[in-house]
């Protein structure tokens, strides 16, 4: 079967940096990818990595390692308003995005 | 732009009623989505369409079903509502499928099954 893990909730302090973890195991990869929603919201974009390495965007990066089926999303200096659930997302062999349980980002002042 | 909009926001239903979601996107995009979300879950893919006139069944498709007869409109219908379709429901949209293609999702509708 299919399967992303990722952690169920993460703490962290405002200012901080946090890492948010995801494995995978899927029938064929075509990109890992990271999407945020906050309580009551839809889902919104936040990266994409395709090859190995690290893709950064302002003060979210995204990590991938295809040989460990492994990313990771990082975010810096956090705010506030990062308190959301981070999901993270494959595309399989069939092109669809099968989705992690996501991660609950908790930020305490 | 509106983007993708979803009517109704909010749905209460008795078990065998039916209903239909409406999702419209104004970004001309080909590829649509109906997701279903459910506490403490990621999304699961019900039904997609690749362009109009064209379905396909995703991960959870038992109880629903898809039209598209219009590029910019997907619909999803539920023929006889249980208290497991009791979710979240979201559409979005994508130029594409493959790729660093980005989904647009809709507010969601929430659906309760009494």
């Known amino acids: 079967g299919q399967s992303l893990e ?7 302090v405002e200012g901080a940096i946090v890492q948010i973890n ?5 029938s064929g990869f075509y990109g890992l990818s990271w999407y945020q929603q906050h309580d009551g919201g839809a889902p919104t974009f936040l990266s994409y990595n395709a090859l190995d390495g690290l ?3 302002g003060r979210f990066s995204s990590f991938l390692s ?3 089926s492994y990313g990771y999303l990082l975010l810096q200096e956090l705010q506030m308003k990062d308190s959301a659930s981070y999901f993270c997302a494959v595309r399989d062999s069939n092109y669809q995005l099968i989705w992690g349980a996501g991660t609950k980002l908790i930020i305490k002042p | 732009n509106a983007g993708v909009t979803q009517t109704p926001k909010f749905r209460v239903l008795k078990t065998g009623q039916s209903m239909t979601l409406l999702c419209a996107q104004d970004m001309n995009h080909e590829y649509m989505y109906w997701y279903r979300q459910d506490p403490g879950m990621g999304l699961r893919l019900i ?4 362009g109009e006139g064209t379905t396909a069944k995703g991960e959870v498709p038992d109880g629903y079903n898809v039209s598209r007869l219009k590029k910019q409109n997907f619909l999803l219908g539920l023929e006889s509502a249980a208290p497991s379709q009791t ?7 994508s130029l594409s499928m493959g790729g660093t293609d980005t989904q647009y999702f809709g507010p969601g509708t929430r659906l309760t099954v009494l």
């Open chain 2, 47 to 50: 039904h997609y369409s690749v």
């Open chain 2, 87 to 93: 979710s979240v429901y979201f559409c979005a949209s």
């Open chain 1, 66 to 68: 295809r040989s460990d």
């Open chain 1, 22 to 26: 995801c494995t995978y195991q899927t």
């Open chain 1, 55 to 57: 893709e950064e965007t």
């Open chain 1, 6 to 12: 990722q952690p169920s909730e993460v703490t962290a």
